[in-house]
């Protein structure tokens, strides 16, 4: 089971940390991702990070901004939001999927396997 928190209502310019909280079983083994969806759009690619944690994937839209980051010894995932934006406005949801490569890297929401319920990040400008 995978949890989001951190969510909230930020400025233009702040920065927001998200969070993703597994339980159940260890992320250790799981390649560890971001998405969004804003009202009306399709899920988007956010960030995406190897189980080792040397591989890291970001959407063009948030590359220079958002920094992903995993704790496997606390099953915890994180989202670093720097500087955001209006359009940064969505649902933020992590996932996971089960990868035998410490070093695999999944970019396309049909491959991972499990979702948490999502945090909502509002943006104001």
């Known amino acids: 089971q995978l949890q989001a928190s951190g969510g909230g209502l930020v400025q233009a310019g702040d920065s927001l940390r998200v969070s993703c909280a597994a339980s159940?079983?260890?992320?250790?083994?799981?390649?560890m991702g971001w998405f969004r969806q804003a009202p009306g759009k399709e899920r988007e690619f956010v960030a995406a990070?190897?189980?080792?944690?040397?591989?890291?994937n970001y959407g063009d839209s948030v590359k220079g901004r958002f920094t992903i980051s995993r704790v496997n010894a606390k099953n915890m995932v994180y989202l670093q939001m720097n500087n955001v934006a209006p359009e940064d406005t969505a649902i933020y949801y992590c996932?996971?999927?089960?990868?035998?490569?410490?070093?695999?890297?999944?970019?396309?929401?049909?491959?991972?396997?499990?979702w948490g319920q999502g945090t909502q990040v509002t943006v104001s400008s």
């Open positions: 159940g079983r260890t992320v250790s083994g799981y390649v």
């Open positions: 996932a996971a999927d089960w990868r035998a490569s410490s070093m695999a890297i999944i970019t396309t929401a049909r491959e991972y396997d499990y």
């Open positions: 990070i190897s189980r080792s944690g040397r591989i890291i």
